[in-house]
């Protein structure tokens, strides 16, 4: 699938896959095959997110991942407050070149209230080329919108951060997978 995205600074877009509905799942993984072009370097970051929307909790996990292309390092979304978290694992996505990431992560049945009064949503680990890298990381999980139905997928997204005219950034994404257990 070819991910196309043309805009000035700030711009971001988002393609989602929703592979249905479970509200008990709470072991979640994906893997795909990323392909940079060379007009890569212009995005400020490559987003690879997984989600389990739950009606029946009012809950939103969503377990945002991205390569930031200015730190050169994986970070993981604390959904709470609204904020990207740094991890300790470089990353790097080579222009033209095929990358294979998998990212696994969790939470806990019952688990209502462990982190600032919310779930925990635990960063598992990222395996990039097949080489592992623990990230075990935690961080709340946010309040469902309201209306959302419930839902279980992931989503890829290009951001352009700053930059000083507009700018076209493609990326390639092959063989994606996704498991909600």
Same mark, same amino acid.
């Given at each position: 699938?070819?991910?196309?995205? #043309?805009?000035? !600074?700030?711009?971001?877009?988002?393609?989602?896959?929703?592979?249905?509905?479970?509200?008990?799942?709470?072991?979640?993984?994906?893997?795909?095959?990323?392909?940079?072009?060379?007009?890569? &370097?212009? #995005?400020? &970051?490559?987003?690879?997110?997984?989600?389990?929307? &739950?009606?029946?909790?009012?809950?939103?996990?969503?377990?945002?991942?991205?390569?930031?292309?200015?730190? !050169?390092? *994986? $970070?993981?979304?604390? $959904?709470? +407050?609204?904020? *990207?978290?740094?991890?300790?694992?470089?990353?790097?996505?080579? #222009?033209?070149? *095929?990358?294979?990431?998998?990212?696994?992560? +969790?939470?806990?049945?019952?688990?209502?209230?462990?982190?600032?009064?919310?779930?925990?949503?635990?960063?598992?680990?990222?395996?990039?080329?097949? +080489?592992?890298?623990?990230?075990?990381? !935690?961080?709340?999980?946010?309040?469902?919108?309201?209306? *959302?139905? &419930?839902?279980?997928?992931?989503?890829?997204?290009?951001?352009?951060?700053?930059?000083?005219?507009?700018?076209?950034?493609?990326?390639?994404?092959?063989?994606?997978?996704?498991? #909600?257990?």
């Amino acid at each position: 699938m070819e991910l196309l995205l #043309a805009g000035p !600074k700030d711009t971001n877009a988002l393609w989602t896959y929703r592979a249905g509905a479970d509200d008990d799942a709470t072991s979640f993984s994906m893997t795909f095959w990323v392909y940079p072009t060379a007009s890569a &370097s212009s #995005a400020g &970051s490559f987003e690879f997110d997984q989600y389990d929307f &739950s009606s029946s909790t009012g809950i939103e996990f969503m377990f945002g991942t991205q390569c930031n292309q200015i730190s !050169k390092l *994986w $970070q993981v979304f604390d $959904q709470l +407050h609204n904020h *990207w978290m740094n991890t300790s694992v470089g990353c790097s996505l080579p #222009a033209n070149q *095929w990358t294979e990431i998998q990212w696994d992560a +969790h939470r806990v049945s019952g688990d209502t209230d462990r982190c600032d009064g919310m779930p925990c949503m635990y960063y598992d680990s990222v395996t990039v080329n097949g +080489h592992l890298y623990p990230v075990n990381s !935690k961080y709340p999980a946010g309040h469902l919108p309201h209306g *959302w139905s &419930s839902g279980v997928g992931f989503q890829f997204q290009i951001d352009i951060g700053d930059v000083s005219s507009p700018v076209t950034v493609e990326e390639y994404i092959d063989l994606a997978d996704f498991t #909600a257990i």
